[in-house]
């Protein structure tokens, strides 16, 4: 069964950076795509990052508009880990931070709806203070 756990979340000033992780205590990390969403208080679950299953050592990922440039998603199959890297954080970034994953055969995908996802991890709390 994939269980996701998040980590790395916490209080930072803006301009700060925080990495957070997401680790799979499944068998099959490898041919899952990944992403990472993020839920502030009163509004729904929002797109931040996703990486594509990996082919040869090859993945595709994409992030958010309101990331750019700033957040980047990157995955480590040998420790069963997606990370997120935050750079240049901004009070708006606060909110609850999710990883998702989803199992799937296309080398080349990456998606960013949530209902895409089939597993998701319980959340870790990133608070950006101005």
């Known amino acids: 069964q994939v269980q996701l756990v998040e980590s790395g979340g916490g209080l930072v000033q803006a301009g700060g950076s925080l990495r957070l992780s997401c680790t799979d205590s499944?068998?099959?990390?490898?041919?899952?795509?990944m992403g990472w969403f993020r839920q502030a208080p009163g509004k729904g679950r929002e797109f931040v990052a996703a990486?594509?299953?990996?082919?040869?050592?090859?993945?595709?990922?994409g992030s958010a508009d309101s990331v750019k440039g700033r957040f980047s998603i990157s995955r480590d199959n040998a420790k069963n880990t997606v990370y997120l890297e935050m750079n240049s954080l901004k009070p708006e970034d606060t909110a609850v931070y999710y990883c998702?994953?989803?199992?799937?055969?296309?080398?080349?995908?990456?998606?960013?709806?949530?209902?895409?996802?089939?597993?998701w991890g319980q959340g870790t709390q990133v608070t950006v203070s101005s």
């Open positions: 990486i594509s299953r990996s082919n040869g050592g090859m993945t595709y990922a």
């Open positions: 998702a994953g989803r199992p799937t055969s296309a080398i080349r995908t990456y998606y960013t709806s949530p209902a895409e996802y089939a597993y």
């Open positions: 499944g068998r099959t990390f490898s041919a899952y795509a």
